[in-house]
């Protein structure tokens, strides 16, 4: 085929056939109109559907056509290597996604590799980094999303934040961990306010909260061991300074002693 300016009528219905499938994916494309969008990347200044046409009386369907060799496809008229690759590409590049969808993923089936897998993900860390773990249905990591850095007291916009990627991962489970450069395992009244609002938010997508870990050195604390969450409702984060102040005070000596208690240094 010559390689001469795609005519304007031609144009149109390349552009329409884009439209379509940014809408509703290949949902309602014949076989040969698949052809047609994938050819015209692959030969832009022509007009393909005839060559789809051609292939599709050739080989018989559409998986046939893809499956097919490099060397085979480039005995039809108007398929050069270029093309010829390109078609061949695709079902390699789907097994290529299904191994890797299949790959085995890391399970947190306890409380122990919870925390040793936030450990892992906060090492080294020299400011305050906040991430979600998303989990799938049998406690597989699904993701590690850095939501913020820096301190947690500006928690406005991370229950939007967390729900979007909740939904993105399709998760089932979450949980939270965040580190404290200065060493502290004692979270803060904030600490504590941002994440009954965030495990509000997952309740809310019936995605189930599992905890929240405050991370220093190679020590975990956790915050659902020791009920924190229960401690101290919203509103305390709504009254002044002082009563807020006050409050934390209280808050730090009830965990110190129980850090204590277990051995753990504060």
Known sequence: ?????????????????????????????????????????????????????????????LHAVLEAGVADLQRVEGIGEYTAVMLSLFPQVAAKCEESRLARKEILSNQQEAQAHCIRLLQGCKEEHFYAVFLGGQMEVLADVLISRGSLSEVRSYPRVVADYALRYNAHHALFCHNHPGGSLVPSVADIGSTRKLKDTLESLEVRFIDHYIVAGKQAFSMMDHNLLEVIGGEVLAKNRAANSAGEVALRRRIEQMMKEEGVEP
């Open 1 to 61: 085929m010559a390689d001469e300016k795609i005519p304007h009528s031609h144009a149109g219905h390349r552009q329409r056939l884009r439209q379509r499938f940014c809408a509703n994916g290949l949902n309602g494309f014949a076989p040969h109109e698949v052809l047609e969008l994938v050819l015209g990347y692959a030969i832009p200044r022509q007009d393909v559907n005839p060559l789809a046409h051609q292939l599709m009386e050739r080989y018989g369907s």
